[in-house]
Protein backbone atom coordinates (compact mmCIF):
# COMPACT_ATOMS: atom_id res chain seq x y z
CA UNK A 1 0.00 0.00 0.00
CA UNK A 2 0.91 3.41 -1.22
CA UNK A 3 0.09 6.79 1.05
CA UNK A 4 -1.76 9.68 -1.25
CA UNK A 5 -1.41 12.69 0.28
CA UNK A 6 -3.78 15.61 -0.02
CA UNK A 7 -4.71 18.66 0.60
CA UNK A 8 -8.54 19.42 0.88
CA UNK A 9 -10.28 22.83 0.53
CA UNK A 10 -13.13 24.25 2.12
CA UNK A 11 -13.83 27.31 0.11
CA UNK A 12 -16.97 28.06 2.60
CA UNK A 13 -14.47 28.34 5.50
CA UNK A 14 -12.13 30.65 3.40
CA UNK A 15 -11.10 34.16 4.83
CA UNK A 16 -8.60 34.95 2.37
CA UNK A 17 -6.26 35.88 4.45
CA UNK A 18 -3.30 34.76 2.56
CA UNK A 19 -1.23 32.90 5.34
CA UNK A 20 -1.49 30.04 3.67
CA UNK A 21 0.81 32.08 0.97
CA UNK A 22 3.01 33.36 3.18
CA UNK A 23 3.94 30.39 5.27
CA UNK A 24 4.73 28.41 1.97
CA UNK A 25 7.06 30.95 0.62
CA UNK A 26 8.97 31.47 3.89
CA UNK A 27 9.14 27.69 3.98
CA UNK A 28 10.67 27.09 0.40
CA UNK A 29 13.19 30.32 0.65
CA UNK A 30 16.84 29.64 0.68
CA UNK A 31 17.59 29.90 3.47
CA UNK A 32 14.20 28.61 5.03
CA UNK A 33 11.92 31.59 6.43
CA UNK A 34 14.56 33.93 5.25
CA UNK A 35 12.03 36.29 3.14
CA UNK A 36 8.48 35.95 2.94
CA UNK A 37 7.67 36.49 -0.98
CA UNK A 38 4.24 35.51 -1.99
CA UNK A 39 4.93 34.99 -5.55
CA UNK A 40 7.03 31.79 -4.44
CA UNK A 41 4.37 30.17 -3.00
CA UNK A 42 2.99 27.16 -4.08
CA UNK A 43 -0.33 27.75 -3.12
CA UNK A 44 -2.60 30.78 -4.11
CA UNK A 45 -5.47 32.35 -3.09
CA UNK A 46 -7.72 33.11 -5.69
CA UNK A 47 -10.75 36.02 -4.36
CA UNK A 48 -13.37 38.01 -5.85
CA UNK A 49 -13.31 40.96 -2.46
CA UNK A 50 -16.56 42.19 -3.35
CA UNK A 51 -18.30 39.14 -2.95
CA UNK A 52 -16.22 37.86 -0.42
CA UNK A 53 -15.22 34.62 -2.40
CA UNK A 54 -11.93 33.19 -1.61
CA UNK A 55 -10.72 30.47 -3.66
CA UNK A 56 -7.09 28.69 -2.59
CA UNK A 57 -5.68 26.49 -5.01
CA UNK A 58 -2.46 24.33 -4.63
CA UNK A 59 0.78 24.11 -7.66
CA UNK A 60 0.18 20.43 -9.56
CA UNK A 61 2.06 18.95 -12.02
CA UNK A 62 4.27 21.02 -14.97
CA UNK A 63 1.97 20.90 -18.50
CA UNK A 64 4.08 21.82 -21.56
CA UNK A 65 0.64 22.92 -23.51
CA UNK A 66 -2.26 25.12 -23.10
CA UNK A 67 -5.23 23.25 -21.99
CA UNK A 68 -8.47 23.23 -24.66
CA UNK A 69 -11.03 21.86 -22.71
CA UNK A 70 -12.23 25.05 -20.55
CA UNK A 71 -14.76 24.15 -18.39
CA UNK A 72 -17.22 26.20 -16.36
CA UNK A 73 -18.03 26.23 -12.72
CA UNK A 74 -20.59 28.47 -11.04
CA UNK A 75 -19.81 29.37 -7.55
CA UNK A 76 -22.80 31.45 -5.54
CA UNK A 77 -24.02 32.25 -8.94
CA UNK A 78 -20.79 33.62 -10.40
CA UNK A 79 -19.61 31.66 -13.39
CA UNK A 80 -15.54 30.90 -13.81
CA UNK A 81 -13.55 29.12 -16.20
CA UNK A 82 -11.58 25.89 -15.25
CA UNK A 83 -8.47 27.83 -15.91
CA UNK A 84 -9.04 30.15 -13.38
CA UNK A 85 -8.76 27.79 -10.57
CA UNK A 86 -6.22 25.37 -12.30
CA UNK A 87 -3.19 24.82 -10.40
CA UNK A 88 -0.87 23.62 -13.26
CA UNK A 89 2.04 25.53 -14.62
CA UNK A 90 1.28 26.04 -17.98
CA UNK A 91 2.15 28.40 -21.45
CA UNK A 92 -0.64 30.22 -20.71
CA UNK A 93 -0.20 32.72 -17.91
CA UNK A 94 2.56 33.29 -15.23
CA UNK A 95 1.16 31.33 -12.22
CA UNK A 96 3.03 29.18 -10.15
CA UNK A 97 6.45 29.89 -11.77
CA UNK A 98 9.61 31.03 -10.18
CA UNK A 99 9.79 34.62 -10.45
CA UNK A 100 13.44 34.94 -11.40
CA UNK A 101 13.75 31.60 -13.61
CA UNK A 102 11.01 30.87 -15.04
CA UNK A 103 11.04 27.20 -13.76
CA UNK A 104 7.26 25.34 -12.76
CA UNK A 105 6.64 25.14 -9.26
CA UNK A 106 4.66 22.08 -7.90
CA UNK A 107 3.38 21.78 -4.37
CA UNK A 108 5.79 19.16 -2.52
CA UNK A 109 3.67 19.25 0.62
CA UNK A 110 6.46 20.21 2.57
CA UNK A 111 8.72 17.47 2.17
CA UNK A 112 11.67 17.78 4.72
CA UNK A 113 13.81 16.33 7.04
CA UNK A 114 12.93 15.78 9.58
CA UNK A 115 9.63 15.70 8.08
CA UNK A 116 6.68 17.86 8.79
CA UNK A 117 3.32 16.28 10.15
CA UNK A 118 1.44 18.49 7.92
CA UNK A 119 2.48 21.32 4.95
CA UNK A 120 2.81 24.50 6.19
CA UNK A 121 -0.11 26.01 4.95
CA UNK A 122 -2.01 23.59 6.36
CA UNK A 123 -0.79 24.48 9.91
CA UNK A 124 -1.17 28.15 9.78
CA UNK A 125 -5.19 28.03 7.72
CA UNK A 126 -6.41 29.48 11.32
CA UNK A 127 -10.11 29.05 10.04
CA UNK A 128 -9.73 25.36 8.71
CA UNK A 129 -10.00 25.75 5.58
CA UNK A 130 -7.42 23.92 4.47
CA UNK A 131 -6.72 19.91 5.86
CA UNK A 132 -4.29 17.65 5.30
CA UNK A 133 -5.20 13.81 4.96
CA UNK A 134 -2.85 10.30 4.28
CA UNK A 135 -5.42 7.50 2.81
CA UNK A 136 -3.73 4.21 1.81
CA UNK A 137 -3.63 3.66 -2.06
CA UNK A 138 -3.34 0.47 -3.76
CA UNK A 139 -0.16 1.28 -5.88
CA UNK A 140 -0.86 1.09 -9.79
CA UNK A 141 2.09 1.58 -12.08
CA UNK A 142 3.06 4.68 -12.68
CA UNK A 143 3.19 5.91 -15.96
CA UNK A 144 6.14 7.80 -17.07
CA UNK A 145 7.00 11.59 -16.17
CA UNK A 146 9.96 13.99 -16.98
CA UNK A 147 12.01 14.31 -13.90
CA UNK A 148 11.60 17.84 -12.60
CA UNK A 149 15.43 18.51 -13.13
CA UNK A 150 14.28 17.48 -17.39
CA UNK A 151 11.46 19.46 -16.62
CA UNK A 152 13.61 22.46 -15.37
CA UNK A 153 16.46 22.30 -18.25
CA UNK A 154 13.59 22.46 -20.85
CA UNK A 155 12.50 25.47 -19.44
CA UNK A 156 15.36 27.13 -19.64
CA UNK A 157 16.00 26.00 -22.82
CA UNK A 158 13.45 27.51 -23.96
CA UNK A 159 13.54 30.74 -22.36
CA UNK A 160 17.47 31.17 -23.20
CA UNK A 161 18.41 28.65 -25.68
CA UNK A 162 20.31 25.73 -25.98
CA UNK A 163 24.16 27.53 -26.40
CA UNK A 164 23.40 29.75 -23.61
CA UNK A 165 22.36 27.05 -20.62
CA UNK A 166 25.78 24.76 -21.95
CA UNK A 167 27.72 27.43 -21.38
CA UNK A 168 26.79 28.60 -17.96
CA UNK A 169 26.47 24.78 -17.07
CA UNK A 170 30.24 24.78 -18.28
CA UNK A 171 30.74 27.66 -15.93
CA UNK A 172 29.53 26.68 -12.91
CA UNK A 173 31.00 23.27 -13.80
CA UNK A 174 34.61 24.99 -14.03
CA UNK A 175 33.83 27.74 -11.55
Not at 130 to 159: C, F, G, N, Q
Request: proline content about 7%; some cysteine.
Amino acid sequence: MKKDKVIKVNTDKCTGCRACEMACSAFHAIPKCSIVNPARSRIRVFRNELANEYVPVYASDYTPAQCNGRQVHTISGKEYTLCTFCGASCPSRDIFKEPDSNLPLKCDMCESVPPLEKPMCVQVCEPGCLTYEERDVEEEPEEEKPEETEIALETLVRKHGLKKVQETLSQIQNG
